[in-house]
């Protein structure tokens, strides 16, 4: 850990204070936090979290920003042709995390798809995807949790209807983005020289982010890397049903075979009705 000067713990530890009024105050759930270093340590987490929370925060809300633009400029261009394909490229720019950028017609038939390399999704009928099935019925954006992809793999999805210039829903448009580059980009920065590693998971329990790459994509309620670790399942039920919290739980130090306690703060980002639980995590012990 770098050293800090006396000032700047100071500062830490007051703007912990204004943090456990948005994330929840440290529970006393051990001896170390009885200590000084511990109780610095601890505020210093909570400073870190709610600087993650708004820095990936921003970030969802530029993405969705940029979708929420092509959508207002298809109306004048139209859903279909190089018109669209413009206007799609710029949802494609707008981070280096987006890997498609599509629109659809009102009958769930993609018209549109940029880069060329998935091209041949133009044609196919996604009426049948969720997402696309909620964004006709609502008539609102949607953004969804990591979903298996028609091309294959797996990614977020932003997306939003596309009316004409009279009002008539005529289709929709969106981007879908991988959320590990997305959240590394963001994370790991603020992060660089401290003690302190972070997580981000989806409510169901699937790793997002993880500085072992090895966890990336587990699904903490149906992987086997976890059964021999109650704390862990008990952790994941805590956090998939609050949206911030504590909890400490053994579990192997990153990238290392080594058992150790650790400790975990948790708050919550996401755009619509899609959550992410993002965590900040040191460790305090040998298990």
């Not at 150790?260 to 619509?272: F, H, I, R």
Request: charged share 20%; with cysteine.
């Amino acid at each position: 850990m770098k050293q800090k000067t006396p000032g700047m713990v100071c500062a830490l530890v007051l703007l912990g204070v204004c943090a456990c009024g948005c994330i929840g105050a440290p529970v006393q759930t051990d001896t170390h936090n009885s200590s000084l270093a511990d109780a610095v340590e601890q505020k210093e987490m909570l400073v870190l979290l709610s600087l993650l929370q708004g820095e990936i925060d921003g970030a969802l809300l530029g993405l969705d920003a940029q979708v929420a633009e092509t959508a207002l400029n298809l109306t004048v261009s139209g859903i279909s042709g190089a018109g669209a394909e413009s206007q799609l490229a710029e949802s494609l720019a707008a981070d280096p995390s987006v890997t498609t950028a599509i629109t659809i017609g009102r009958n769930g038939t993609c018209l549109a798809a940029v880069p060329g390399e998935v091209g041949s999704l133009v044609g196919e009928d996604l009426s049948e995807r969720p997402v696309v099935r909620a964004t006709f019925e609502r008539k609102v954006p949607v953004m969804t949790d990591v979903v298996p992809l028609h091309e294959g793999g797996y990614a977020a999805i932003i997306q939003y209807p596309v009316f004409s210039a009279d009002e008539r829903l005529i289709g929709a448009t969106s981007i879908t983005f991988d959320p590990y580059p997305f959240l590394k980009e963001r994370i790991e920065p603020v992060l660089n020289g401290t003690p302190y590693t972070a997580m981000v998971a989806g409510t169901g329990g699937r790793v997002l982010y993880d500085p072992d790459p090895a966890e990336i994509g587990k699904e903490t309620f149906n992987e086997s890397l976890y059964e021999g670790f109650p704390e862990i399942l008990e952790f994941a039920r805590s956090y998939a049903d609050n949206r911030s919290g504590h909890a400490t739980y053994s579990f192997y130090s990153t990238g290392s075979s080594r058992v150790v306690q650790k400790e975990a703060y948790w708050t919550t980002v996401g755009l619509y009705s899609a959550d992410w639980r993002l965590f900040i995590i040191r460790e305090i012990s040998g298990a």
